[in-house]
Nanobody, 121 residues
């Protein structure tokens, strides 16, 4: 019943910018932690950035100063602003959210389908 819909991925030149969006829809009571993960070719999926319901953020050391995570609680949406992109940022980016759903406020973890980000040199 709950779905995460991602957008904003694509091809960009090194030094460029992309903004990823992930909107949650369905029978949502509230959204707790939200985050972005990525998986480069031949690599393990890694955490990129997280944001709490109160707006506290943390980012991976490799993207600190270049990527910014934010959320719009009214729209149930999380964003990842990616600036100064490097070829090593290339990978599939996944949205993640811990969500309380329905009348019983049951907590589940949801994943987006993933969106490809390719940074060329």
């Amino acid at each position: 019943q709950v779905q995460l819909v991602e957008s904003g991925g694509g091809l960009v030149q090194a030094g460029g910018s992309l903004r990823l969006s992930c909107a949650a829809s369905g029978s949502i009571f509230s959204i707790n932690r939200m985050g972005w993960y990525r998986q480069a070719p031949g690599k393990q999926r890694e955490l990129v950035a997280v944001i709490t319901s109160g707006g506290t953020t943390d980012t991976a050391e490799s993207v600190k100063g270049r990527f910014t995570i934010s959320r719009d609680n009214a729209k149930n949406t999380v964003y990842l602003q990616m600036n100064s992109l490097k070829p090593e940022d290339t990978g599939v980016y996944y949205c993640n959210a811990n969500i309380l759903i329905g009348q019983l406020s049951l907590e589940y973890t949801y994943w987006g389908q993933g969106t490809q980000v390719t940074v060329s040199s």
